[in-house]
């Protein structure tokens, strides 16, 4: 007799242009798996996102990735959650027991190994980095100034267009906040900088940030994916800087769902990449 398929998904509004489903479905369809990954829309208020996640239960689904704007939703919606998601105050993933729903973020961990990926491993780099510059303060750059932490990186300082929001950045994570205008004078002492915010991303206004005084080892990381090469990545490569950019971080967010709900291992490489390269550029066509 065939088992049931495994199901799981990923919910979010608008939920059309996910790669998520391409990602699992993939990973499905290598590893043999009996599985279906779903999108689904739940307009943006708590009370349809967690009517959706209900529905999704009673259907059996072993759990789902919450995209935006449900990020803070599925973590008040959680009965329990990871040190990690109540830290970011948002959670992407959810896992369904009978008793309980697990939340999790795993954009921290995504984060992490993305730049694992562009310096060559977790602690493998032939540089120590101790320092990082987060521009933005949105939902994005706690994400990543957890996963910096989780690499070791003890100094990190946050610039951001409105300063109360880079300040509560520093209450809640005790690092520094720069001024947005004084971003390019602390360069030189920084060892990784990161773009949060949605400047350089397709129909967006460029970062206007000069990296004359970074340092050649540093590495600059963009976790925008839409164009995949930012002017900001473009010029950091052009001064041959390690680069880390979205889809990395994209791809590798979706490990621990598809290994939780799934039960089977889920490799990041090149053949995904490319296959999510190819769905990007056919999407642009449209
Ligand atoms: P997310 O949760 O995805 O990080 P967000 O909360 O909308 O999204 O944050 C977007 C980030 O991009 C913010 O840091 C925002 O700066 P403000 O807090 O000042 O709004 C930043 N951002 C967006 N447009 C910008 C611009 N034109 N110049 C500088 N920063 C910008």
Redesign the pocket.
């Known amino acids: 007799m065939s088992e049931t398929p495994k199901l799981a998904g990923v919910i979010g509004w608008p939920i059309t242009h996910s790669l998520s489903p391409l990602i699992h479905t993939l990973w499905a369809h290598r590893a043999g798996v009996n599985g279906y990954y779903i999108p689904v829309a739940a307009k943006p208020s708590y009370d349809e996102f967690a009517g959706v996640v209900g529905a999704l239960k009673i259907a059996g689904f072993a759990g789902v990735n919450v995209t935006l704007p449900h990020k803070s939703n599925a973590l008040q919606l959680a009965d329990d959650a990871s040190e990690g998601a109540k830290k970011a105050g948002a959670a992407n993933m959810l896992t369904f027991h009978d008793d309980h729903v697990y939340a999790d973020n795993s954009d921290i961990f995504g984060f992490a190994a993305s730049l694992d990926e562009a310096t060559g491993g977790a602690g493998n780099s032939p540089t120590k980095r101790n320092s990082a510059l987060v521009l933005?303060?949105?939902?994005?750059?706690r994400g990543v100034i957890l996963g910096l932490r989780e690499r070791g990186i003890e100094s990190i300082a946050v610039a951001?267009?409105?300063r109360e929001?880079a300040d509560e950045l520093v209450d809640d994570f005790q690092i520094k906040a720069v001024d947005?205008a004084k971003k390019e004078g602390i360069l030189g002492s920084v060892d990784i900088l990161v773009n949060?915010?949605?400047?350089g991303m397709s129909g967006q206004?460029p970062l206007e940030i000069s990296l004359e005084k970074l340092s050649q080892a540093a590495v600059v990381a963009d976790i925008v994916y839409t164009p995949l090469q930012t002017p900001l990545l473009a010029e950091a490569a052009s001064k041959d800087h390690q680069t880390a950019n979205g889809l990395s971080m994209l791809m590798h967010q979706a490990v621990p769902g598809f290994q939780t709900w799934f039960g089977a291992p889920a490799k990041v490489d090149a053949a995904l990449r490319d296959e999510l390269i190819r769905a990007l550029e056919r999407r642009n066509k449209e």
Do not use: D, H, V
Request: hydrophobic share 30%; proline share 6%.
């Open positions: 933005g303060a949105g939902g994005a750059a951001n267009r409105t929001r947005w949060t915010t949605s400047l206004p």
